[in-house]
Nanobody, 118 residues
């Protein structure tokens, strides 16, 4: 089992920045990819960014160039630096982890609210 705990959400004005953090505990050795998803009211959950143990990060087109995903040295933490935030970035952001050989993310955090005011 893997537990994920997010922190760092909040309220920010458009053009501002926030940094989300996610710490994994438990069977962290089984994790290959970590990522951030978001879900706005009335919309489907969508992938924001993901990063594997080895390889280049992957970003949604809507955040590419504004958001940066990174993993800690111990590989059991993941961060999302969000710059130039826009009102349309308002959503609940979820940290996720995918175990080795799994095709989809199968562990989720509880979510953290990000609200961007215009």
């Amino acid at each position: 089992q893997v537990q994920l705990v997010e922190s760092g959400g909040g309220l920010v004005q458009a053009g501002g920045s926030l940094r989300l953090s996610c710490a994994a505990s438990g069977s962290v050795f089984s994790i290959s990819d970590m990522g951030w998803f978001r879900q706005a009211p009335g919309k489907k959950r969508e992938l924001v960014a993901s990063i594997a143990n080895i390889g280049r990060p992957n970003y949604a087109d809507s955040v590419n160039g504004r958001f940066t995903i990174s993993r800690g040295i111990a590989q059991n933490t993941v961060y999302l630096q969000m710059n130039n935030l826009k009102p349309e970035d308002t959503a609940v952001y979820y940290c996720a982890a995918k175990r080795v050989l799994m095709s989809q993310f199968d562990y989720w955090g509880q979510g953290t609210q990000v609200t961007v005011s215009s």
